[in-house]
């Protein structure tokens, strides 16, 4: 069934609003999990007046069938498929499937597609003269989108957003390539030469490869860190409407080609109040250790409205229970910790600073648990990857989300440029003033 036509089968009642003397009847919409919306589509052209919600806290900007997730109850599902069992039972790439062609795959479709991204992982070679020029202490975000976008200078046969096979081509080859594009910005940061990627290799295992085999020795890759990995990229790869995602779908509703909306996620993602919360958290637990492990100071701070400091990796603007996708990471970190005996004191840091946190009541009463970027720091850092590359993996992780959105957007017949309107507060009209008189 098309949007249009599924919407409206999902219409029941009307809502209706009052404005001075005029009441108008709008479409409520209710969606396949019972949630409601007021289809406000016709407000302005009919009543000349906008709606005004910033931040879009209470702003449906599409109907979506990729992701749902209920903040209240702790639920996250990819295409109706509870995230537990998806961690439990794939892989990343089993998952990425799901995500961006709607169902699970069957083995041989799986096949394929994992045969697909093999053939893609390789960089031009003219890119890897791109790394030259980039300090060497650059932030690996910034690499990550600037070397997305450029593909769209290496892969100009494959920008057309109507053509299916130059999108399908382009898919694959940004889930194949993301993971090398990343392992450089990293082997650049530490003036190790850069490893290639190998075929024979499945691809958390080829990346945990071009991150840290070296010429000189055998590297051998650790199944745990691999099964941790995959899991990671699994918990991220999508969270429907959020700002990375929104920004791939805003960008894409232009009609730009699909490298230059994944880098604009990218640089959504970077930011430190989204996917940048989690080198953030472990920089916070880092400061707590130095600074004594005195996690009730910390806490005190992030009450105090006047020193702007907040908890990392707590609080999320839809789940106002539990973060599921930190309750799995939380025991995968807990476990992986234990079977490899390492002691890490940011992870007890991280268990008291949780305890405490959820005991008072300043977190209490607005709902503030930890976040999907809570544990996953400790993890990385098990694994041995750097704090700086650590919004890379979410990147990684996240990237089959973008896709499914900005493909879901494509295909749709409602398809319209993504733009907002405002309430405009500035000066109203004014004479020009001659600079002489100013
Ligand atoms: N520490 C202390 N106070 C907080 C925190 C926090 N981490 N988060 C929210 N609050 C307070 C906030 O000050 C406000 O208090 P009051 O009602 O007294 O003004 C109240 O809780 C509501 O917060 P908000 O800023 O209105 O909520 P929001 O939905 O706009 O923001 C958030 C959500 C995730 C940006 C915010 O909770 C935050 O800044 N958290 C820390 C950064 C973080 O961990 N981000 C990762 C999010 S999950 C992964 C992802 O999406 O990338």
Redesign the pocket.
């Known amino acids: 069934m098309n949007p249009v036509a599924e919407r409206t089968a999902l219409m029941s009642k009307v809502a209706k609003l009052q404005i001075g003397d005029e009441t108008l009847e709008l479409p409520l919409l209710v969606g396949t999990e019972q949630e409601q919306a007021i289809d406000i589509s016709k407000l302005r052209a009919t009543t000349g007046a906008i709606t005004l919600d910033e931040?879009y806290?209470n702003t449906g900007s599409v109907a979506s069938g990729v992701t749902f997730l209920n903040g209240e109850e702790g639920i996250l599902r990819y295409r109706g498929y509870p995230i537990e069992q998806l961690a439990a039972n794939c892989d990343f790439i089993e998952v990425s499937y799901l995500l961006i062609y709607g169902e699970l795959p069957a083995a041989d479709e799986l096949s394929r597609f994992r045969t697909s991204l093999r053939r893609h992982s390789m960089l031009h070679e003219d890119m890897r003269l791109f790394y030259d020029g980039f300090p060497r202490d650059a932030h690996p975000m910034a690499i990550l989108s600037s070397v997305v976008g450029a593909l769209s200078t290496f892969y100009q046969d494959s920008l057309d957003p109507a053509d299916p096979d130059q999108v399908e081509i382009s898919i694959l080859r940004l889930i194949a390539k993301l993971p090398t594009i990343a392992a450089y910005a990293h082997k650049k940061s530490i003036g190790q030469p850069f490893n290639y990627p190998r075929n024979d290799l499945e691809y958390c295992d080829n990346f945990l490869q071009m991150m840290f085999a070296l010429p000189t020795e055998e590297y051998e890759i650790d199944p745990d860190f691999v099964e941790a990995l995959n899991l990671l990229l699994i918990v991220h790869a999508d969270?429907e409407q959020?700002?990375s995602t929104s920004t791939v779908r805003m960008v894409g509703s232009s009609d730009a080609n699909l490298f230059a909306s994944v880098a604009a996620g990218i640089c959504a993602?970077w930011g430190?109040?989204?996917?940048g919360?989690n080198e953030?958290?472990v920089g916070m637990l880092e400061k707590i250790r130095e600074d004594g492990c005195n996690v009730k100071k910390y806490v005190e701070m992030?009450?105090d409205?006047s020193n702007g400091f907040?908890?990392?990796?707590?609080?999320?603007?839809v789940y106002k229970n539990f973060?599921p996708r930190a309750t799995i990471i939380k025991e995968t970190c807990r476990k992986l910790l234990a079977k490899r005996s390492i002691d890490d004191p940011i992870f007890d840091i991280a268990q008291e600073l949780e305890e405490t946190a959820l005991n008072d009541e300043?977190f209490i009463e607005?709902k503030?648990y930890p976040?999907?970027?809570?544990y996953s720091g400790v993890i990385y850092r098990a694994i041995g990857i750097p704090m700086s590359m650590f919004t890379v993996l979410?990147a990684i992780g996240r990237l089959p989300g973008w896709l499914a959105h900005w493909k879901e957007m494509h295909d749709s017949p409602t398809k319209r440029i993504c733009r907002p309107r405002q309430m405009y507060t500035g000066a109203t009209q004014r004479e020009f003033i001659e600079l002489d008189q100013r």
């Open positions: 931040g806290v969270h959020n700002c993602l430190p109040l989204h996917g919360a953030a958290c992030a009450k409205k907040r908890l990392m990796g707590f609080g999320h603007r973060d300043y607005r503030l976040n999907v970027d809570f979410f």
